[in-house]
């Protein structure tokens, strides 16, 4: 597999212990149960290791339609009680889940069974016409868009019972989404995540790069050797965008525009010669002659 993040920093352990003291200092008669959640879906195997095999554990597919991919089922692993335990874990656990966008680590009031149930309506989203879909909270680089696209009432009810939800950004630094951290947290009125035509649309749209990434990944992996991967998919996004708005819809079309975004210089859509195709293609062209029919100089003077 091909992943466009920078491993997680070495100090995201460390940072997130010591984000874990502050809130325990503010709230000295709260509940606090520290948990990581692991996407099994990038490495079956881990919680089957001896290090982990031992520690409980809650499946978010177990009693759900989800059940039958319950080995590749994002899972809670409860950490340690103690301070001093608690910081080994989350270092080994970083580092056995290094270069995967697998892991966050939650905060909450409530313990395993009762976080596995108020998470388990979030699990599947419903779109109006009725499409429904698995929701990967468990992909770092999903939930981030995630949590900018879902209704705010949603969001806030996802993360009442937590302190903090942490996970790693795309360039490996710490991010997270603070809770309110209520006891006593109230049943959703639905069981399925609504999302609607707008915030499907949205989330489509930021995982086209990581989608593109894959594919070229399979067919042409050298390309990807030429930049670190979270240069590789700031490229490719950003020329989506430019993509899109010059009308450039077909799937094939936009990963080959990728392709160039990734073998030339950032800046070969403002040679004239591209500009002036893109600028017909907007208007209705077809791609791949425009592509096609572009001079040598350009090829050329963009750094072929």
Not at 199 to 206: K, M, N, T, Y
Not at 263 to 289: K, Q, S, V, W
Request: aromatic share 8%.
């Amino acid at each position: 597999m091909y992943f466009a993040t920078q491993p997680a920093n070495e100090s995201l352990p460390t940072e997130i212990s010591q984000e874990l003291a502050v809130l325990r200092a503010k709230r000295p008669d709260m509940p606090f149960n520290l948990f990581a959640l692991i996407d099994c879906a990038f490495d079956e195997t881990l919680l089957g290791r001896r290090k982990w095999s031992k520690l409980p554990r809650y499946s978010l597919y177990a009693n759900t339609p989800l059940h039958a991919l319950d080995v590749a089922s994002p899972h809670l692993l409860v950490a340690p009680t103690h301070p001093a335990e608690e910081a080994v874990w989350l270092h080994n656990i970083f580092v056995a889940c290094t270069g995967r966008p697998m892991l966050s680590i939650l905060a909450s009031t409530l313990e395993g069974a009762a976080l596995q149930a108020h998470l388990r309506p979030f699990l599947v989203a419903r779109t109006p016409d009725g499409l429904e879909w698995p929701v990967r909270w468990g992909d770092t680089r999903v939930l981030p868009a995630l949590m900018a696209v879902i209704h705010a009432s949603h969001r806030e009810h996802l993360l009442s019972p937590l302190h903090r939800w942490w996970t790693t950004s795309r360039h490996g630094t710490l991010v997270g989404w603070s809770g309110t951290a209520c006891e006593a947290v109230r049943e959703p009125d639905f069981n399925r995540l609504p999302l609607d035509d707008d915030a499907f649309g949205r989330l489509v749209d930021l995982a086209e790069a990581d989608a593109i990434l894959a594919n070229i990944h399979d067919t042409q992996p050298d390309l990807l050797r030429q930049h670190r991967p979270v240069e590789c998919h700031g490229r490719v996004a950003r020329h989506l965008e430019v993509a899109g708005h010059h009308g450039i819809t077909a799937a094939g079309a936009r990963q080959h525009f990728c392709v160039l975004a990734l073998c030339l210089p950032n800046d070969f859509t403002t040679h004239p010669a591209m500009t002036r195709a893109l600028t017909r293609i907007r208007e209705g062209a077809d791609y791949r002659t425009e592509i096609a029919e572009l001079p040598i100089d350009f090829w050329h003077g963009a750094g072929r």
